[in-house]
């Protein structure tokens, strides 16, 4: 299977809290990320967990790790129509070149 | 501070044909990484360019090859282009330090068509 896998759809209404998940399948990954992408646009990394971490807040967003289970979430307080975009899971291992693996994208759309 | 740039924005080929990708790294970043997107996917990692020497490839065959100038700009060549090639590409760049985490900072990529 992949080694990183997300839900492909996510619809949420305007103001509403927007939790987006992850799994991943490296025990040994060292830090996992979350990234934006807007249409036409590239990658932009909203934020990223080292792996002896558990959670992390940056203003409206908080990433929540289980390691146990190999899981990672990202939740969006307050999600405004500006959030509507691709958002990928990425995971880097342990070697020295942090060169993420990225799951297939989940898809927000915010509606009013 | 100009971020990463790409050149072109899209590109129509057809299959068999040569084509070369170009992007200009952030200033001050010494590292440039270059990703395959295929439509619905993520980004799958090419190779990656350390002070003009290849420093890392993903599962990508030899018909993809890169080049790291000395203003750490860099190019990403696909020779004999097939269907499947079609994809965004993504160029990032990084300053590499070692030991610790350098976040990549992407360009807006290049569409490219393989008719």
């Known amino acids: 299977g992949e080694d990183v896998e997300q839900s492909l759809f996510l619809s949420v209404r305007e103001g509403d809290s927007s939790v987006i998940n992850c799994t991943y399948t490296?025990?040994?990954?060292?830090?996992l990320y979350w990234y934006k992408q807007e249409p036409g646009a590239g990658l932009q990394l909203l934020t990223y967990i080292f792996s002896n971490m558990d959670m992390k807040q940056d203003q409206r967003l908080t990433v929540l790790l289980n390691k146990k289970d190999k899981h990672l979430s990202l939740r969006i307080a307050d999600t405004q129509t500006g959030d509507s975009a691709i958002y990928f899971c990425?995971?880097?291992?342990?070697?020295?070149?942090?060169?993420?693996?990225f799951g297939r994208g989940t898809s927000l759309i915010v509606h009013p | 501070e100009t971020g990463v740039t790409q050149s072109p924005t899209h590109l129509i080929k057809t299959r068999g044909q040569q084509v070369t990708l170009r992007c200009s790294s952030q200033?001050?970043?010494?590292?440039v990484s270059w990703y395959q997107q295929a439509l619905g996917q993520g980004p799958q990692f090419i190779f990656q360019y350390y002070r003009e020497e290849e420093n890392g490839r993903g599962n990508f065959p030899p018909r993809f090859s890169g080049l790291q100038f000395p203003n750490y700009s860099s190019e990403l060549n696909v020779n004999a282009l097939e269907l499947d090639d079609s994809a965004l590409y993504l160029c990032?760049?990084?300053?590499?330090?070692?030991?610790?985490?350098?976040?990549?900072?992407f360009g807006p990529g290049t569409r490219l068509t393989v008719l």
């Open positions: 990032a760049s990084s300053v590499k330090t070692s030991g610790s985490y350098n976040e990549q900072f």
């Open positions: 990425a995971e880097t291992k342990p070697g020295g070149s942090y060169i993420p693996t």
């Open positions: 490296d025990s040994s990954s060292t830090y």
């Open positions: 200033s001050g970043h010494n590292t």
